[in-house]
């Protein structure tokens, strides 16, 4: 049964940090792409981080670059979301994704969690 399940997420302050993890398993976890993504209510979902099956390569969104990392543990099958100088615009319900495209065929496998609330206030 594939599941990922995303922790770390809460409440915090202006300027403060958060470190969100997901946890994956029913699949193989190396063979996949890694992304966080994030909703705001009455906004649509938006790429927020995403990483290569390696870890070698990583992308961010503008909003994010500078203040947020993405990296993963093959090992521990996990991926992890570090937010540092966080900002009540980034407040929104965290989902990690997994994907994996099989190489010469249209098939493709996507996988989502059920998300974490983060929410930056005062």
């Known amino acids: 049964q594939v599941q990922l399940v995303e922790s770390g997420g809460g409440l915090v302050q202006p300027g403060g940090s958060l470190r969100l993890s997901c946890a994956a398993s029913?699949?193989?976890?190396?063979?996949?792409?890694m992304s966080w993504y994030r909703q705001a209510p009455g906004k649509e979902r938006e790429l927020v981080a995403a990483?290569?099956?390696?870890?070698?390569?990583?992308n961010y969104a503008d909003s994010v670059k500078g203040r947020f990392t993405i990296s993963r543990d093959n090992a521990k099958n996990t991926v992890y979301l570090q937010m540092d100088s966080l900002q009540p615009e980034d407040t929104a319900v965290y989902y990690c994704?997994?994907?994996?495209?099989?190489?010469?065929?249209?098939?493709?496998?996507?996988?989502w969690g059920p998300g974490t609330q983060v929410t930056v206030s005062s």
């Open positions: 990483i290569t099956t390696s870890g070698s390569s990583t």
């Open positions: 029913g699949f193989t976890f190396s063979r996949f792409a």
């Open positions: 994704y997994a994907r994996r495209s099989v190489v010469l065929t249209t098939t493709t496998f996507e996988y």
